[in-house]
């Protein structure tokens, strides 16, 4: 997607979206101290630092933390916080890093400025070109259940085979599996969902 269907596609669902977002940071506010928005420093196209959005789900003073070693029954997540992950409400926020320029709907998930490891490899692999997005083809094929090297696979094919049908494939799988609440956190190998064969009437172009 282009960098004018992103910033116009944020704007229409933030105006939509307005009313649900105002409830969940009243909410967010009345169930912990601490503000509504958490804010945290991430890695951006070409490495460059930006500040990313969300609606905090822990309590204040957590340190940042991939979300790969954050397990289902944190002592640090509020009351309020596992619900707005199980349905990926507490993104939303992200709408103003794409209206920012920060970010675009799909592209790979913007790392942690203490994740060296994942930084190092997506600069040498060139994934690091690419604008990080709030999902992605690897948030589909795994998420916080496959490894850094198998992110940046993935986040490589999508830099090599990106087209609008790849988005839209992408768009609905993030959709279905946020709906289904799969993947959020690390779990046995055997309930990892994945895609691992090309979709059957998928453009054979991706």
């Not at 977002?21 to 509504?36: F, H």
């Not at 203490?114 to 070109?129: C, E, H, P, S, W």
């Amino acid at each position: 997607m282009n960098c004018l269907v992103n910033v116009v596609g944020a704007i229409v669902l933030l105006v939509v979206l307005a009313p649900l977002m105002v409830l969940v940071a009243l909410a967010v506010r009345l169930d912990s101290s601490g503000p509504a928005i958490f804010k945290q420093t991430r890695v951006g196209q070409f490495d460059r630092y930006f500040t990313l959005y969300k609606f905090r789900t822990m309590h204040v003073g957590t340190p940042d933390l991939p979300s790969e070693v954050v397990s289902k029954d944190d002592y640090r997540f509020t009351r309020l916080g596992k619900l707005l992950r199980r349905f990926s409400i507490d993104e939303l926020p992200q709408l103003f890093n794409i209206i920012r320029g920060d970010m675009n709907f799909i592209g790979p998930r913007p790392a942690l400025y203490n994740q060296y490891d994942l930084i190092a490899m997506r600069k040498k692999t060139g994934v690091n070109r690419l604008k990080p997005g709030v999902t992605g083809w690897a948030q589909v094929n795994g998420r916080e259940n496959i490894s850094l090297e198998r992110k940046v696979e993935l986040d490589k094919y999508y830099s090599e085979n990106c087209s609008w049908w790849l988005d839209l494939m992408i768009i609905w799988l993030t959709i279905v599996r946020s709906l289904r609440g799969v993947n959020l956190y690390k779990e046995k190998s055997g309930q990892i969902e994945t895609i691992t064969e090309q979709p059957k009437n998928f453009p054979s172009s991706l």
